[in-house]
C-alpha cells in the first residue's frame, strides 16, 4: 500500500499517467501543490479510476481557489497520518 | 516513527522547499522524529547564507534554519551537487582555492551515503521534488 503525491499540473499530463499507471488497487494518490489543478471538475475523468482514493491538500488547493468538497481535502497533519498509514510514499514530479 | 525528508526543490521558483517545511511541522506536531533532511539537486540552495528576502516574504533557508535549532534537526546538504552549484563551505573553499563560502549555519555538506543511511534508519522518506 503506497501513498503517491504529484505536484504536477495537467499541463503535464504525462507526469500524471506516469503515476496513475505505477498505481495498484489500494494506493492512494495525495494532489499537492500545482497537482491540485487535477481535482477540478473539467479532469474528473481522468480521476474515475481512482474513485475514492484521491486526496488533496487543502491549504494548496485554497491557495489556488481550487473549491472542493471538505471529504476530499486533508490538511497536512493528515499528510502525516497517509505516510504513516501507507508502507511508502512515492513522489511525482 | 522516524521520518526523513529530502528536499529536490530550490527556495524560489517552485513551492516543493516550503511543502517539505510544512510538512516537517506537521510531522514533529504529531510526536514523530525527523531523522535527517537531505538536500538534494537544486535543493542544495535552500543551504545558502547569502539570501536575501524582501521583508514581506519569507525566507525559507532561514526557516529551515530555525526549525533545526528548535528540534536539533540534522540539515544535510550533498556535498557534490553543491559544489557545482557554488554552495561551498569553508573546507571546501579551501579545497577549491575559493576565498570565500557560504553555507548557512545549521547545515552541513556531505555525501550520498547520509541519504543511504536515512533511508535504512527511517521508517518513512518523503521526497519534495523540483518542478511545480
Redesign the interface.
Known sequence: MILH?L??PPA?AACFERCREAMSSDDTLLL????VYWALPAFAARLESLSGRVKV?A??AAARGVDLPAAHCI???A???L??SHD??V??? | ?I?SIIV?APPVQA??AE?AL??A???L??G?RIHRVFFYRDGVHNGTALTCTPQDENSIPAQWQALAAEHDLDLVVCIAAAVRRGLIDESEAGRYGHRHWNLADGFELSGLGQLVEACLTSD?????????
Open positions: 503525491t505536484n504536477q503535464n499537492i501543490e500545482d497537482g491538500l491549504a494548496d490538511d497536512d497533519q499528510f502525516v497520518a505516510c504513516v511508502k510514499v513522489s511525482w514530479f | 516513527m521520518f529536490q513551492q516543493g511543502t510544512r510538512f511541522r506537521a510531522v506536531a504529531a514523530h518513512r522518506v518523503v521526497t519534495f521534488g523540483g518542478r511545480s
